[in-house]
C-alpha cells in the first residue's frame, strides 16, 4: 500500500514552503533572543497546533534555552519537531485490503469538506494500482451532489451506483455493495452526503448506513474515514470527536492542504482522539491526494530537510 | 465542549476576591485565561494579543464593584470590547438599484447556498432577483445553483458552454436589465486566496460587472487561516462584507473577530444551517457571547418571539381560558414548538447547558404525538370524547403506535385540560400570562408547560 502512493513528497513540498517560511525565520538565525519565542508561538498557532502541542513545544524550548543560552535557531526546529513526532507518534494510517470480499471506504464529514472530490481522488488512485473499484454516490442530499460526482467518474473513467436525490442513502449504500459484490468489484467507495456533528437526525442516518451495510457484511465498513477541511481549526478536533462518538471512526483524511494552511488541526485532533490520518488533499486534481507520513509531514513544518541538514 | 470563559475565568478570579481595584498584576491569571479562551475559539494570535492588550487598558484602575464579582465585571468588559469591534461599521446591504452581489471564498466555505439564502431574503423585501452561475470548474456546480434556484422561485444565468467568466457576468448583467430585475447575486468558484489565475479571473468579473457588494463567505470553523484568506481576497477584490456560514455547528468562531479586525470589513451574514431560511443578519452581541462561549440566549429569546405567529399565540390563549383545550389545539402547539428549530439547537444557545446532547426520545416522542394527532379525523380532534375503542385502534393503526400509546396521549390531553381548568378558576392563569409576557416570553409556548419543562428539566418527559 505503501507503494501505492508516491507523490506524497511533491505534494507536501507545495504547501511545505510556506510552511518552512513562517517558521524559518527563527530557525535560520544563529542566536535567539527573547522576541524568538513569541514569533515561534505565533507561527505555531498560526499552524492551527492548537493550544496544547504549541504550549508544548513553546515550554520545551523555554526550557531549553535556560539551560544553553547559545542555543540556536536549528536547536529550536529540532526540538518542535521531536515534540511533535512525540505527538504524532502512530499516526499513520494505512489501508490493508481484504482478499475475500469488497473493501469498503466510507468517507464522511461537516459540508464542503471534500467528501466527494475525495471519493473521486481515492477511487482513480485505488484504481491507478490495479484495483477494481466502484464508487457509491450516497449524498442524496445535497443539490447536484451525485451530478458532481458522475461527473468525477466519467473523467476518471470509474464505475458509479447512484440513486435519485432524495433517496435513502442507506439503500443506495446497500445496492452498491450488491453492485460490487456482482461485478466482482474488490473496493467500495462511499461518497456520503455532508453533515455538521451537532446535527443529530443526520448522525443517525449515517448509522443508518453502516446497520445496512453489516447485513452484508459484518465488518463493513472497513475503513470510515472522516474528511476535515486542512484550514478548519480548533473546531476540527469537536468534529471528529462526535463523528466519533456517534458513527465510529478509523481515521482522517486531510484537505485543502494546497492553500498556505498547515493543517496543523491534524495534531489536535490525533492528540485527543488517536485516530490515524491516512491521507492528505492537495489540491482539485485525481494525483493530489497523498498518504500521509509522520515524518515528512513533521520536517515539511519545521521546513528540516531546507534549513537544518543543509 | 470548551470549558466556557465564565468557567475558567471564575477559576482565576477566585484570588482576586476582596481587592478593591482591578491591576496588571491581581488580572495577569484571568488575562492568560481569556488570551487561552480566545486562542482556543480560533481567533488569530496577533488578534488576540491585541484585544487583551486592549482590556487590559479598560479593566486596570477600575474599581471592584460590590454587587458583582470581579470575573463577571471582567468579562462585561471583554464583552463590551467585543461587541464593538464585531459590530462597527456598515453591517446592512447597500441600498442601490439594482444591486449587484459578488460572492468569493474558498472551496466548500458554502458560497452556493449563501447566495441562494440572500436572493430568498431579499426576495421576501421586494427584490426581484437573479442568480448567476459563475462557477464553471467544479463538476455539477451549476446544477447545482440551477436546483437551488428552482427551490427558492429564483431564475439563474449559467452559460455552460462559456469558459469566459467575466463574460458570462457581462451577459448576466444584460440579461438582468432585459427583464428588469433588480438583484443579481454573482455565485462564483470556490478559490485558493493564493491560486493567482483565479485570482486574476475574479478581479477580471469584479471590473466589469462593477458589484455594490463583494461577500466573502467564510466557514464558521475556520483556523487562523483566515486572516491569510480575508487579507488576500480584501487585497484583490475589495470586500465590501464577511458572510460566516455553518454557525449552527458548535464551532467559537473566533475568525470572524480575525478577519474583521484584520481587514475592517464588516461582518453582514450569518448563516445557520442548510435549509435556505436559516439564515440571519449578523449580530454583534451574539458572536461576542459565542466566541466567549457564553451561549446565546439572547438570540434564544428572539428566535422564539419571532417563530410563534402572535396571533396564533392569543386565540390559543383564549381557547385555553375558556378551557375548550382540544387536540387541534394541541397540534398547533406541537408545530409552534417545532418551527423554533430542533430542541438540540435550542439547547445549543443555552450557555449551561450548550454541551448536552438532548436525548432524541424527546423529540422523537414530539412526532409521534403529532403523528398521532394526525391520524385522527377533524371530528375526533375537535371533540376527543368520541375516541372509542375502535376508533383508537385505528388512530394506532395509522400512526404506527400501539393502543397504549395512543391512550397516553389522550391521558395527557385531559390532564392538560383539567390543570388549565383550574388555573382559570382562581383567575390564576391571566395573572400567569400576564407575568410571562412582561418577561418577553410568549405564553402559547409555555402554556401547558410544554417548552417551559423542556428546557428547564428537558431530561424529564415532555408533557405529550
Known sequence: MRSLFKKFKEGLSKSAKNIADKTGGIFRRAKLDASTIEELEEALYGADFGYETTEEIVEETKEAYRKDKELRGQDVAKIGSSVLRRVLDGSEGTIEFKDDRPTVICLVGVNGSGKTTTTAKLGSQCKVEGRKVLVAACDTFRAAAIEQLKEWTNRLDLEIVSGERGADAAAVAYDAWQAAKSRRKDTLIIDTAGRLHTKSNLMDELAKIRRVLQKRDESAPHYSLLVVDGSLGSNSIEQARVFHEKFGLDGLIVTKLDGTSRGGSLVGIYRELKLPIFFLGFGEKAEDLQAYQIENYVDAVFGLEEEVSA | ?464
Open chain 2, 1 to 464: 465542549m470548551f470549558e466556557s470563559l465564565t468557567d475558567k475565568l471564575s477559576h482565576a478570579m477566585h484570588q482576586l476576591r476582596g481587592t478593591a481595584k482591578l491591576s496588571e498584576e491581581n488580572m495577569s491569571e484571568a488575562l492568560k485565561d481569556v488570551r487561552a479562551a480566545l486562542l482556543s475559539a480560533d481567533v488569530h494570535f496577533k488578534v488576540a494579543r491585541e484585544f487583551i492588550e486592549t482590556v487590559k487598558e479598560k479593566c486596570v484602575g477600575q474599581e471592584v464593584l460590590k454587587s458583582v464579582t470581579p470575573a463577571q465585571q471582567i468579562i462585561k468588559i471583554i464583552n463590551d470590547e467585543l461587541v464593538k469591534l464585531l459590530g462597527e461599521g456598515e453591517t446592512g446591504l447597500s441600498t442601490n438599484r439594482p444591486l449587484k452581489i459578488l460572492m468569493v471564498g474558498l472551496q466548500g466555505g458554502g458560497k452556493t447556498t449563501t447566495s441562494a439564502k440572500i436572493a430568498k431574503f431579499l426576495k421576501k423585501d421586494g427584490y426581484n432577483p437573479l442568480l448567476v452561475a459563475c462557477d464553471i470548474y467544479r463538476p455539477a456546480a451549476i446544477d447545482q445553483l440551477e436546483s437551488i434556484g428552482e427551490q427558492i422561485g429564483v431564475p439563474v444565468f449559467s452559460d455552460r458552454s462559456s469558459p469566459d467568466v467575466p463574460l458570462i457576468g457581462e451577459n448576466a448583467l444584460k440579461q438582468s436589465q432585459i427583464e428588469g430585475r433588480d438583484l443579481i447575486i454573482f455565485d462564483t468558484a470556490g478559490r485558493l486566496q493564493i491560486d493567482a489565475p483565479l485570482i486574476e479571473e475574479i478581479k477580471e468579473l469584479k471590473r466589469r460587472i462593477q458589484p455594490e457588494e463583494v461577500i466573502l463567505v467564510a466557514d464558521g470553523a475556520i483556523g487562523q487561516e483566515a486572516v491569510n484568506v480575508a487579507e488576500s481576497f480584501h487585497k484583490a477584490v475589495e470586500l465590501t462584507g464577511i458572510a460566516m456560514t455553518k454557525l449552527d455547528g458548535d464551532a467559537r468562531g473566533g475568525a470572524a473577530l480575525s478577519m474583521k479586525q484584520i481587514t475592517n470589513v464588516p461582518i453582514k451574514f450569518a448563516g445557520t444551517g442548510e435549509k435556505l431560511e436559516d439564515f440571519d443578519l449578523f449580530h454583534a452581541d451574539r458572536m461576542a457571547s459565542r466566541i466567549l462561549g457564553m451561549g446565546d440566549v439572547v438570540s434564544l429569546v428572539e428566535k422564539a418571539q419571532e417563530s410563534i405567529d402572535e396571533r396564533e399565540a392569543e386565540r390559543m390563549a383564549d381557547r385555553m381560558m375558556a378551557a375548550d383545550f382540544n387536540f387541534e389545539d394541541m397540534l398547533n402547539q406541537l408545530s409552534q414548538v417545532k418551527k423554533l428549530g430542533s430542541m438540540q439547537s435550542i439547547m445549543g444557545m443555552l450557555p449551561s447547558i450548550s454541551g448536552m446532547k438532548v436525548e432524541d426520545k424527546a423529540e422523537n416522542q414530539m412526532k409521534q404525538s403529532e403523528a398521532i394527532i394526525l391520524s385522527m379525523t377533524l371530528q375526533e380532534r375537535r371533540s376527543p370524547n368520541v375516541l372509542n375503542a375502535s376508533r383508537r385502534n385505528r388512530i394506532a393503526k395509522g400512526s404506527g403506535v400501539k393502543i397504549s400509546q395512543v391512550n397516553q396521549l389522550i391521558k395527557q390531553h385531559m390532564q392538560m385540560k383539567k390543570m388549565m381548568k383550574k388555573l382559570n378558576g382562581g383567575g390564576k392563569m391571566k395573572k400567569l400570562m400576564k407575568q410571562m409576557k412582561s418577561q418577553g416570553l410568549d405564553p402559547s409556548q409555555l402554556a401547558g408547560g410544554n417548552l417551559g419543562s423542556g428546557l428547564g428539566g428537558f431530561k424529564g418527559k415532555l408533557p405529550f
